[in-house]
């Protein structure tokens, strides 16, 4: 049952009993479906002798969608294959409808490609596992697995769903109060805060536009404006098929096989800018999510485990850049000669060269054994693909994208390889496979002080750029559009920005001939760090400013986003543990790594994990 509260009224939960468990969930996203899911399947397993449970959903939207709204255009896709998205855990236990993935929810609920656009039909290409659907249809899905969620729920479970937004959260008589927006509050036991991306103030104004939604660009952006793009990952993708394919612009495929753009007219001037100068790589046809199966050579638990804790049994903090880092690099330098081998012999020929590798970093004469590899199967330099563009001067701009041009040509090369087959992505995926891994290491104060900044600034987007990037046509389209002359990159690797009230400065750093330039427009295409201390959400700004939250700080020193513990709990500006309180998501970004994704099985079933230990905790609380 699904209740609306009618504005002004104060809805009552029944009198907490040991069998009465009241929670809310602020934020009815992916996260928030996920720990949904978690507490609805914990109830289920509780059976008779479990408690009463009420779910107040606090979502403005339709429940489950979160960014994922069904009105977007069906240019902006995933970038993942919709055959690796479930949003149940555990499909092979499914007890209902619930272990539905994406792929099979699509199928059966009868979308089909129709040229560039998915539709319910019987015309059309069928849609495959590997197919990156528009975005909308995800949306579609997770409202459909929480309406499902709803409708076959227990008889003690009962969810609430609120149409508004949370202001404030206030403890009051052991209870935590939610005070929501249409003037009614809800007083429960446990919040868990599952808010996602919450905007700075100062974001969007003036002359600087932010990315979403991308209809608010067509008001902003007339035909022929001069407009620049900050970041070159999935945001700024994002942008630039807004700014073309939303437009009117079309690709067409020459009889070579490359793209050519043929512009509508519509279209404005579009320059790109990064820190690193270069766009994220491309996302394979047919790749699939090697976590579950890729075996660590190097990066083994028990060699992970020698790194994070002392003698003692103690957790250290690590230095990453120093520690571990380099190996990251020899585990991805490993799977390169291993399936560069298993190309040219098959698995043996690969398994033996893996060993050898393995065998030789213990024994401390790796880069010997990497010599004796190169000489069979070519260079590889993991450190180089990883910081690319790091350190790089170009005698003028036209030297700078011919540098771009050809990093993307090169990476939609090796995406583009036979069966999918290429050492070089399999040595980028390494670093998806191993992501629990690094989460292991950095999360939670992990890191010291100078490394933590290190790695927030100079490693963990390098990481992202490798493996999360969009899927090969995509940087195919953008090769096309820098051809034609309607995307530029001009300026190198990291440029000064001047704001200014009626535009923007851009001037490079990184070029012997230096090149300014004056844009009419900036758009934000690099999502920062959500923090408490300058949010634009009133509930997150106070709940700072009443010292339940506090920044995330290593050594005493505030260091953004929100402090938690390693249980998820926020800790307040007194030190003390906020214990009905939960974080989850885009906001724990920060004391948390790499948390913007779509909750699935495989590399990103974290999530259920989290969400799975938060609820056991909240229903075995009241057993």
Same mark, same amino acid.
């Given at each position: 049952m699904v209740t609306l509260l009618e504005r002004g009224k104060t809805?009552? #939960?029944?009198? &907490?009993?040991?069998? #009465?468990?009241?929670?809310? !969930?602020?934020?009815?996203?992916?996260?928030?479906?996920?720990?949904?899911?978690?507490?609805?399947s914990g109830a289920i397993e509780l059976g008779e002798g479990g408690p009463d449970l009420t779910v107040h959903v606090v979502e403005p939207s339709v429940p489950g969608s979160g960014l994922y709204g069904g009105d977007q255009p069906d240019y902006l896709i995933l970038n993942t294959p919709c055959g690796q998205h479930s949003m149940y855990p555990f499909p092979e236990r499914a007890r209902c409808r619930l272990g539905v993935g994406f792929y099979d929810w699509a199928v059966a609920t009868g979308y089909r490609w129709v040229a560039d656009r998915c539709e319910v039909t019987t015309e059309g290409r069928a849609i495959t596992p590997d197919d990156f659907l528009p975005r909308r249809l995800m949306g579609e899905y997770l409202a459909w697995f929480y309406r499902v969620l709803v409708a076959e729920m227990p008889d003690n479970v009962r969810i609430v769903h609120h149409r508004t937004t949370a202001s404030d959260i206030v403890e009051r008589d052991g209870y935590e109060v939610v005070l929501l927006d249409d003037g009614s509050v809800v007083r429960v036991e446990h919040v868990i805060l599952t808010t996602g991306q919450t905007q700075k103030p100062s974001q969007g104004s003036g002359p600087v536009l932010a990315p979403y939604p991308v209809e608010g660009l067509d008001a902003a952006i007339e035909p022929g404006a001069r407009v620049v793009v900050r970041g070159m990952g999935l945001v700024a993708i994002d942008m630039v098929c807004a700014l073309t394919l939303g437009r009117g612009g079309t690709f067409l495929r020459a009889p070579d096989g490359r793209l050519r753009y043929v512009a509508s007219g519509a279209e404005p001037e579009i320059a790109l800018f990064s820190r690193s100068g270069h766009a994220y790589c491309a996302k394979p046809m047919g790749s699939a999510d090697p976590t579950e199966h890729y075996e660590p050579r190097i990066c083994t638990p028990e060699a992970i485990?020698?790194?994070?804790?002392?003698?003692?049994?103690?957790?250290?903090?690590?230095?990453?850049? =120093?520690?571990?880092?380099?190996?990251?690099?020899?585990?991805? %330098? %490993?799977?390169f000669y291993a399936e560069s081998a298993r190309l040219?012999?098959?698995?043996?020929? =690969?398994?033996? !060269?893996?060993?050898?590798?393995?065998d030789a970093w213990l024994e401390g004469r790796f880069e010997a054994e990497v010599d004796r590899a190169e000489g069979r199967f070519g260079r590889f330099d993991a450190a180089s693909h990883l910081f690319v563009g790091e350190g790089e001067t170009f005698a003028d701009s036209a030297a700078a994208e011919a540098r771009v041009v050809q990093v993307i040509a090169d990476d939609v090369a090796e995406a583009l390889a036979p069966g999918g087959r290429s050492p070089v992505k399999s040595a980028y995926e390494v670093l998806r496979a191993l992501r629990d891994v690094v989460r292991s290491v950095v999360e939670f104060g992990g890191l010291t002080l100078a490394s933590h900044r290190d790695f927030q600034e100079h490693i963990r987007n390098r990481i992202t750029?490798?493996?999360?990037?969009?899927?090969?046509?995509?940087?195919?389209?953008?090769?096309?559009?820098?051809?034609?002359?309607?995307?530029?990159?001009?300026?190198?690797?990291?440029?000064?920005?001047?704001?200014?009230?009626?535009?923007? #400065?851009?001037?490079?750093?990184?070029? =012997? &001939?230096?090149? %300014?330039? &004056?844009?009419?427009?900036?758009?934000?295409?690099?999502?920062?760090?959500? #923090?408490?201390?300058?949010?634009?959400s009133p509930m997150l700004a106070s709940l700072h400013r009443k010292g339940r939250v506090r920044q995330f700080r290593i050594d005493g020193e505030d260091l953004g986003s929100i402090d938690l513990t390693a249980e998820f709990h926020p800790i307040g500006s007194d030190g003390r543990v906020q214990e009905r309180l939960w974080v989850f998501g885009a906001l724990s970004e920060g004391p948390r790594y790499f948390t913007a994704y779509i909750p699935s099985p495989a590399s990103r079933v974290r999530a259920f994990v989290d969400a799975g230990l938060c609820c056991e905790q909240i229903l075995e609380v009241e057993r």
């Amino acid at each position: 049952m699904v209740t609306l509260l009618e504005r002004g009224k104060t809805h009552r #939960t029944p009198a &907490r009993t040991t069998s #009465t468990v009241d929670v809310a !969930i602020v934020g009815m996203g992916p996260w928030g479906l996920a720990a949904l899911e978690r507490l609805v399947s914990g109830a289920i397993e509780l059976g008779e002798g479990g408690p009463d449970l009420t779910v107040h959903v606090v979502e403005p939207s339709v429940p489950g969608s979160g960014l994922y709204g069904g009105d977007q255009p069906d240019y902006l896709i995933l970038n993942t294959p919709c055959g690796q998205h479930s949003m149940y855990p555990f499909p092979e236990r499914a007890r209902c409808r619930l272990g539905v993935g994406f792929y099979d929810w699509a199928v059966a609920t009868g979308y089909r490609w129709v040229a560039d656009r998915c539709e319910v039909t019987t015309e059309g290409r069928a849609i495959t596992p590997d197919d990156f659907l528009p975005r909308r249809l995800m949306g579609e899905y997770l409202a459909w697995f929480y309406r499902v969620l709803v409708a076959e729920m227990p008889d003690n479970v009962r969810i609430v769903h609120h149409r508004t937004t949370a202001s404030d959260i206030v403890e009051r008589d052991g209870y935590e109060v939610v005070l929501l927006d249409d003037g009614s509050v809800v007083r429960v036991e446990h919040v868990i805060l599952t808010t996602g991306q919450t905007q700075k103030p100062s974001q969007g104004s003036g002359p600087v536009l932010a990315p979403y939604p991308v209809e608010g660009l067509d008001a902003a952006i007339e035909p022929g404006a001069r407009v620049v793009v900050r970041g070159m990952g999935l945001v700024a993708i994002d942008m630039v098929c807004a700014l073309t394919l939303g437009r009117g612009g079309t690709f067409l495929r020459a009889p070579d096989g490359r793209l050519r753009y043929v512009a509508s007219g519509a279209e404005p001037e579009i320059a790109l800018f990064s820190r690193s100068g270069h766009a994220y790589c491309a996302k394979p046809m047919g790749s699939a999510d090697p976590t579950e199966h890729y075996e660590p050579r190097i990066c083994t638990p028990e060699a992970i485990a020698e790194l994070r804790f002392d003698e003692d049994g103690r957790r250290r903090q690590v230095d990453a850049r =120093a520690e571990l880092l380099p190996m990251l690099l020899a585990e991805m %330098t %490993t799977s390169f000669y291993a399936e560069s081998a298993r190309l040219a012999g098959g698995e043996a020929c =690969a398994a033996e !060269i893996a060993v050898r590798l393995a065998d030789a970093w213990l024994e401390g004469r790796f880069e010997a054994e990497v010599d004796r590899a190169e000489g069979r199967f070519g260079r590889f330099d993991a450190a180089s693909h990883l910081f690319v563009g790091e350190g790089e001067t170009f005698a003028d701009s036209a030297a700078a994208e011919a540098r771009v041009v050809q990093v993307i040509a090169d990476d939609v090369a090796e995406a583009l390889a036979p069966g999918g087959r290429s050492p070089v992505k399999s040595a980028y995926e390494v670093l998806r496979a191993l992501r629990d891994v690094v989460r292991s290491v950095v999360e939670f104060g992990g890191l010291t002080l100078a490394s933590h900044r290190d790695f927030q600034e100079h490693i963990r987007n390098r990481i992202t750029r490798m493996v999360a990037g969009p899927p090969v046509e995509r940087c195919e389209q953008l090769l096309a559009l820098i051809e034609a002359g309607v995307v530029r990159v001009p300026f190198g690797p990291a440029p000064i920005v001047m704001i200014e009230p009626d535009g923007v #400065t851009v001037r490079s750093r990184a070029l =012997a &001939r230096p090149r %300014t330039e &004056r844009f009419e427009h900036l758009v934000l295409a690099h999502l920062d760090h959500p #923090t408490v201390h300058a949010s634009a959400s009133p509930m997150l700004a106070s709940l700072h400013r009443k010292g339940r939250v506090r920044q995330f700080r290593i050594d005493g020193e505030d260091l953004g986003s929100i402090d938690l513990t390693a249980e998820f709990h926020p800790i307040g500006s007194d030190g003390r543990v906020q214990e009905r309180l939960w974080v989850f998501g885009a906001l724990s970004e920060g004391p948390r790594y790499f948390t913007a994704y779509i909750p699935s099985p495989a590399s990103r079933v974290r999530a259920f994990v989290d969400a799975g230990l938060c609820c056991e905790q909240i229903l075995e609380v009241e057993r």
